[in-house]
């Protein structure tokens, strides 16, 4: 450990940085004012917090409109005179019904009950934040939130309806329904929550430990100091602490935090979308004739029937998007030893628009969830899974978590060598 020149006022008003491990002063926050890591940008604080009766009654109104929306019809259809409805459970009923079983519990897990669950814990946790002392139950919810935000997935689903609308819209007549509508003010009111909870700070309300006599000094890096930043609530620890003193977390999981682990997810997914691209997705069946499709196929049907935006749309989502994220985690991760201080922030920003833009993939697979739903007229005309949306959804998962295993505070540690 250095020694420190810090007071000990100072000791307490320091914060980790995540993202390089800098660590740097806690500024006072006004409304409306954020405060920076001064090495790499990220936000450590923001001082435009939504109160905590805003947020347990948007949460609330949220849920409520969840269930209501799971109880009444989706999307109608008709072709041919055979009218048909699916309700938003049926997304994933009728693909375990078609033995993809695997898919039916990712599909219900991101859409329905991953979004269920974060908003039964916030509103738990966030009904308590006046009344409760140091709360271990407390804290074990907030960051079962935390671990759970990445997979809430209800945006990319509504704007996967909308893809399936247009891709049979030229078969058969299709309208939203209550469903539908109750579906969409619920994902907006999702994001208000998932936006500002995010912001809100909570994690000293029910803190069960004391803060450690740690001498942190600003300027330095956590690692230069013996000490490690919790990357959950960005609390200072000492490196040989089991558990993140602030909100509990176990300090020592980084075993899957190292560019072997990360490498070995990438090239997992990096295999899974050869499959994904090579066999068909989907499979239409129109007056008996089956007519099995690829990915690249769809998008290409797509485009040729005039819609082209949304064969765009498919065509980033479905193919760039993943190949693009493959080779750009492979080749962050590859040259990380060689770089300079002034590659990084550019090489930071590469990784957390591709983070960001990665889960977007998943739009293909809820397509196919959808459209086997709904199309469900026997040899008049039906949608079945295909093979590849399996591995498809498989190579997805593996590339998010090749993202979350990417340890950013490699690029500084490279450029200071
Ligand atoms: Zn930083
Ligand atoms: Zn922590």
Known sequence: MTTSRATPHEKTEVVGCPQCDWVS????????????????????????????????????????????????????????????????MDAAWQLSYFHEKVLAVLVLLTVIIIPCIYLLCLIWVYSQLETSGPNRLNLYLLRTMEHLKPWLMTDIFLLGTLVALVKISSLAEVRLLEGFWGFSVFVVLLLFVYERAKRTPVWQYFSVMNRPDLSAQAGLTAGEQGLMTCTLCHALNSRDSRNCYQCTEPQKTSWWRKPGATLALITAGAIMLIPAHWLPVMETVRFGNDQPATIIGGVTELWQSGDKPIAIIVFVASLVIPVAKVLVLGVLLLLARWQTPAMVRNRLLLFKVTDWIGRWSMIDVFVVAILVALVRSGTVMSVYPGSAAVSFAAAVVLTMLAAMSFDTRLFWREADR
């Open 25 to 88: 002063r806690r500024v006072p926050l006004l409304t409306n004012e954020q405060s920076e890591c001064p090495r790499c940008g990220y936000i450590l604080e923001d001082g435009n917090n939504a109160g905590q009766y805003t947020l347990l009654a948007v949460a609330i109104a949220a849920l409520v409109l969840l269930f209501a929306s799971l109880s009444v019809d989706f999307i109608r259809y008709s072709a041919a005179g055979v009218e048909q409805s699916m309700t938003l």
